[in-house]
């Protein structure tokens, strides 16, 4: 980290232009402190982008300096939790990228059902690793809801999962806004979604149903087990290379024989012994075994 003393206006907030101050040393003290007292191993994480966040709640808490922030970590457990809510990224929307949930619905998903078909285990699950809101696992509940649509002894699981509580919250209530689903079809809305209002909507239980959401750190935490489909879209980017390949590990592990893996576009998998490119352009990946 090239810079010794952070300044930080704060006027923004309202009140008097002041100076967070992080050395270099300070800051990997803060992340001790944290794996000390909480139990979470942040060296996954890249240093700038932990940086950025750890500035954020410190400017949004006014605290100046490492021993403020690790008092106030001490005193109020809660902000624990804003700081982990706050490594976060909840961009999402409905079908974001739909030439990748294109490649899904034509050449994953008939694969996966034929393959199931012939083996007789008619259960597909899947797992929307950091999942924001919601509208990524929805989505894909949507597209195996219609591709199994003449299938009715098809069961359809989708996990959501993410380090923001507060994201998982809204993404349960399962409740949107009319601009939320400007790129859906007339058809898909009408079918799966309930008008509140003139400005918001809610999904159907029978799409609602099919999604169960759950806190969980993929670094930390075990990995969910028995998928067929992992999305794990513009995550990446913010862990450590080494952590990716761990990570990477973790997916391999936790996809059934065959299973698919998505990542971002900006995103790229070197572990070639664990993944092959179904579609390298949208970044859809097949494991190897």
């Not at 803060?30 to 932990?50: E, K, P, T, V």
């Not at 990716?244 to 070639?272: C, D």
């Amino acid at each position: 980290m090239n810079q010794a003393t952070l300044n930080v206006d704060y006027g923004y907030y309202g009140y008097m232009e002041e100076k967070i101050e992080i050395n270099e040393k300070d800051f990997p003290r803060i992340i001790d402190f944290i794996h000390d007292h909480n139990g979470m191993d942040l060296s996954a994480y890249r240093q700038n982008f932990l940086f950025r966040r750890l500035r954020l709640r410190m400017l949004a808490t006014r605290t100046k300096n490492y021993q403020e922030y690790t008092g106030l970590l001490e005193r109020k457990p809660d902000e624990f939790n804003k700081f982990l809510d706050a490594l976060s990224i909840n961009v999402t929307e409905f079908f974001r990228d739909p030439d990748v949930f294109d490649v899904v619905k034509k050449t994953v998903i008939p694969e996966l059902i034929q393959r199931k078909e012939a083996g007789g285990n008619k259960v597909i699950r899947v797992w929307s690793a950091g999942c924001a809101y919601g509208q990524e696992a929805y989505s894909l509940a949507i597209l195996l809801k219609e591709a199994v649509s003449e299938r009715p002894d098809f069961l359809i699981r989708v996990w959501g999962t993410d380090v923001d509580g507060d994201a998982l919250e809204k993404a349960e209530k399962a409740e949107y806004r009319a601009r939320d689903l400007k790129e859906l079809s007339k058809d898909i809305v009408e079918r799966y979604f309930s008008r509140l209002n003139d400005e918001s909507y809610r999904l159907k239980e029978e799409i609602t149903d099919m999604v169960k959401f759950q806190r969980h750190n993929l670094i930390n935490d075990p990995s969910l087990k028995f998928m067929d489909i992992i999305f794990c879209r513009n995550v990446l980017i913010y862990i450590s290379h080494d952590q990716q390949h761990l990570l990477f590990h973790k997916f391999s592990e936790a996809l059934h024989s065959r299973g698919y893996l998505v990542i971002g576009k900006v995103e790229t998998i070197w572990e070639k012994d664990l993944f092959v490119p179904v579609e390298p352009k949208q970044k859809v990946y097949q494991k190897v075994k």
